[in-house]
């Protein structure tokens, strides 16, 4: 069998692990794969009824409501350059960027159908108990409705120079 480049959908969220999580997957597959970052916004119902709700309204401030109601557009706009600063960052300029809005399990899967990809890298995620109760896993919903093979990839300190 002939190795052919990989295709790799790596997903970020801009938080610190998605450093580590780029750079092992350039580690596994090479400068030679072809990558897709992405980056998903979660849409206002993603992000569920408690965050409008009374008990948790007060954890928001207001212009961190009115973020929501500034409209999808500017969300993919915002997930697709966040996309592209970390690829940018992670050094690979040739990667495909993608923003999307909406359920980031589903989004996920659906690029990766779309894309046709080889596999999908996500993060693992670092989570309390008490944050486990009440938001949906995308790692977890990932795992389990993927129809491609899934590297959940776990933050590792920086390699010194």
């Known amino acids: 069998m002939a190795n052919t480049p990989k295709k790799v959908l790596i997903a970020v969220d801009g938080s610190e692990r998605d450093r580590s ?16 970052v ?16 009374y008990a948790t309204a007060s954890a928001f401030s ?3 409501l ?6 999808l557009d500017i969300d993919a706009h915002e997930a697709e350059d966040l996309a592209e600063r970390v690829a940018g960052e992670a050094g690979m300029p040739n ?26 890298v996500i993060g693992a995620s670092e989570r309390n108990w008490f944050s486990r109760l009440f938001e949906p896993s995308v790692e977890a919903a990932v795992l389990n409705r993927a129809t491609c093979p899934v590297l959940v990839v776990h933050p590792t300190p ?4």
């Open 95 to 120: 990667a495909e960027i993608v923003g999307e809005v909406g359920d980031p399990a589903t989004v996920l899967l659906e690029q990766a159908a779309t894309s046709e990809v080889d596999v999908l």
């Open 158 to 161: 920086p390699v010194p120079k």
């Open 21 to 36: 999580v780029i750079r092992q997957a350039l580690d596994l597959f090479g400068e030679g794969a072809d990558y897709v």
């Open 38 to 53: 992405i980056s998903v916004s979660p849409e206002l119902a993603s992000v569920g009824a408690a965050s409008v709700s």
């Open 62 to 64: 207001a212009p961190s």
């Open 66 to 71: 009115s973020h929501f109601a500034d409209g």
